[in-house]
């Protein structure tokens, strides 16, 4: 047995994944980790599952960030400040309330099209989502099927990163009712479900 395949050997498979994510430039699928670790693709989310436990660990400095079935190392979001101190970066920009608004819009309809938007905010959102695809938190995706051909927007794995998420399953539930019976009990107009 030859020295590497002696030391690929001795790790875990949790390890192993780790490793191999850690020197990835960026997402990585399932099947091209279980391509490079030479096993099944059920082996490595099992490997995915209990890295996520590790990474989710109190004292962990990491996360396991999952975008659309793609895998990423992070650092937790816990630990921003003090990274951006040891790298001498600039403070993280802050959004705006509009700028907040627009994205949550998109997080939660996506893929979502300024019309739709703008439906919703009952403002134009030109602007702001200009604003946001420069910071990189949302990105187009194609162009939707009906008149006028609006762009589409998605969020990106930038935004689960600003907002120390490990994947869109982490944003808070949705509950229109009690937003609905809010409104109408200070005499605000109700928004319309679909």
Do not use: H
């Not at 020295?3 to 490793?19: G, P």
């Not at 990585?28 to 099944?40: E, I, K, R, W």
């Not at 960030?65 to 600039?90: D, K, M, S, V």
């Not at 229109?176 to 109408?184: I, K, R, T």
């Amino acid at each position: 047995m030859t020295d590497a395949l002696a030391i690929e050997k001795s790790l875990d498979m949790t390890a192993s994944l780790e490793a191999l994510l850690f020197v990835a430039p960026g997402l990585v699928s399932v099947s091209q980790l279980a391509a490079a670790l030479d096993v099944s693709t059920s082996e490595v989310e099992k490997g995915i599952e209990a890295l996520a436990a590790k990474c989710r660990a109190q004292d962990s400095g990491l996360r396991l960030q999952n975008y659309r079935g793609q895998y990423q190392l992070t650092t937790a979001p816990e630990a921003a400040e003090l990274i951006e101190r040891f790298l001498g970066l600039e403070a993280t920009s802050r959004l705006s309330r509009a700028a907040l608004e627009t994205l949550s819009i998109v997080a939660y309809q996506q893929p979502a099209t300024r019309p739709q938007v703008d439906a919703i905010r009952g403002v134009n959102s030109d602007y702001i989502l200009k604003s946001l695809l420069s910071k990189g938190v949302i990105e187009e995706i194609g162009r939707a099927e009906s008149p006028g051909r609006p762009i589409l927007y998605v969020t990106t794995p930038e935004f689960l990163q600003y907002f120390g998420l490990e994947s869109l399953d982490d944003l808070p539930p949705l509950n229109l009712d009690e937003e609905n019976q809010g409104a109408q009990e200070n005499g605000q107009v109700e928004v319309l479900k679909e």
